[in-house]
T-cell receptor
Framework: EAQVTQNPRYLITVTGKKLTVTCSQN?????MSWYRQDPGLGLRQIYY???????DKGDVPEGYKVSRKEKRNFPLILESPSPNQTSLYFC?????????????FGPGTRLTVT | RKEVEQDPGPFNVPEGATVAFNCTYS??????FFWYRQDCRKEPKLLMS???SGNEDGRFTAQLNRASQYISLLIRDSKLSDSATYLC????????FGQGTELSVKP
């Protein structure tokens, strides 16, 4: 089954404790992206990657890091989480070869930083 | 001005009603347009792409007006299962998501 998986689905942590949210896709997609979704603000892009070892900042990259060492994986790293990073996070992937630009989203990770 | 703007709603309609959502975008060079559906706090899923000539998929009709820079989504004969948030998405070099319009269909 074609899918994007994220782990963990729910996470409560404390300020300053480093965490990683994993994202993996099995569709051989070149493009992967991380979004955060907050009430009234919609989906905002954090980072994206066009292919292995190619990453770039989105609209709200501060406080986040990513890496793309393998095509299928695109982890999101919060080195020192703060309460303003409490949010719902989605990973997404798409094929650059298809003109539809359809993005396939993971199920989401609900993060709470206290 | 936001790059993509939608009426947040909520739109509360009875079953069988026709409802229309509008979305405006600021980048006149935008090339492609989409409507996504998001059920309560779940992942967004592509509902339909929006073509210049307009397109229809069953009860759903999408239209694009490049001159006025807006796209629309029309849902006819609303079903309870249509209750969701509808996200307007514009590709102007990167995908920009609107805030979403919440639809609640009541019996």
């Amino acid at each position: 089954e074609a899918q994007v998986t994220q782990n963990p689905r729910y996470l409560i942590t404390v300020t300053g404790k480093k965490l990683t949210v994993t994202c993996s896709q099995n569709m051989n997609h070149e493009y992967m992206s991380w979004y955060r979704q907050d009430p009234g603000l919609g989906l905002r892009q954090i980072y994206y990657s066009m292919n292995v070892e190619v990453t770039d900042k989105g609209d709200v990259p501060e406080g986040y890091k990513v890496s793309r060492k393998e095509k299928r994986n695109f982890p999101l790293i919060l080195e020192s989480p703060s309460p303003n990073q409490t949010s719902l996070y989605f990973c997404a992937s798409s094929s650059l070869a298809e003109s539809s630009y359809e993005q396939y989203f993971g199920p989401g990770t609900r993060l709470t930083v206290t | 001005r936001k790059e993509v703007e939608q009426d947040p709603g909520p739109f509360n309609v009875p079953e069988g009603a026709t409802v229309a959502f509008n979305c405006t975008y600021s980048n006149s060079a935008s090339q492609s347009f989409f409507w996504y559906r998001q059920d309560c706090r779940k992942e967004p899923k592509l509902l339909m792409s929006v073509y210049s000539s307009g397109n229809e998929d069953g009860r759903f009709t999408a239209q694009l007006n490049r001159a006025s820079q807006y796209i629309s989504l029309l849902i006819r004969d609303s079903k309870l299962s249509d209750s969701a948030t509808y996200l307007c998405v514009v590709n102007g070099g990167k995908l920009i998501f609107g805030q979403g319009t919440e639809l609640s269909v009541k019996p």
